[in-house]
Nanobody, 137 residues
Framework: EVKLVDSGGGLVQAGGSLRLSCVVA???????????IAWFRQAPGKEREGVSC????????SYGAFLQDRFIISTDIAKNTVYLHGHSLKPDDTAVYYC???????????????????????????WGRGTQVTVSS
């Protein structure tokens, strides 16, 4: 059974930074060749938005529109954890942030798997419970 535990949210002042963590249980990031781990967010009254994604085995990454300059996704294989680093945060970044995982099928080319997830074309198979990020002005 795959389980994702996302954490690290909290209250941040505008211009500040944070690091969200997604601990993966159920498969080992370094051993499983065809997965993607993504971060989504959803603000009250708004649709869910893809923030970033990283895929195996080549580490392809994707980012939501206009987010690549302020968010960075990274992986710690030893800790089986995927991180989302955010900086220069704005009040508009306030949302519940969710970690998600998708196992690649043959209909998704390796190089575009992440882009398909963050764009909403492909739906993740597993979700974390979410962690609230609030950016104060």
């Amino acid at each position: 059974e795959v389980k994702l535990v996302d954490s690290g949210g909290g209250l941040v002042q505008a211009g500040g930074s944070l690091r969200l963590s997604c601990v993966v249980a159920g498969f080992t990031l370094g051993d499983f060749p065809d997965y993607a781990i993504a971060w989504f967010r959803q603000a009250p009254g708004k649709e869910r938005e893809g923030v970033s994604c990283i895929s195996s085995p080549y580490g392809f990454k994707s980012y939501g529109a206009f987010l690549q300059d302020r968010f960075i996704i990274s992986t710690d294989i030893a800790k089986n954890t995927v991180y989302l680093h955010g900086h220069s945060l704005k009040p508009d970044d306030t949302a519940v942030y969710y970690c998600a995982a998708r196992l690649r099928r043959q209909d998704s080319p390796t190089e575009s798997h992440c882009a398909e997830i963050t764009s909403g074309l492909r739906t993740p198979d597993y979700w974390g419970r979410g962690t609230q990020v609030t950016v104060s002005s």
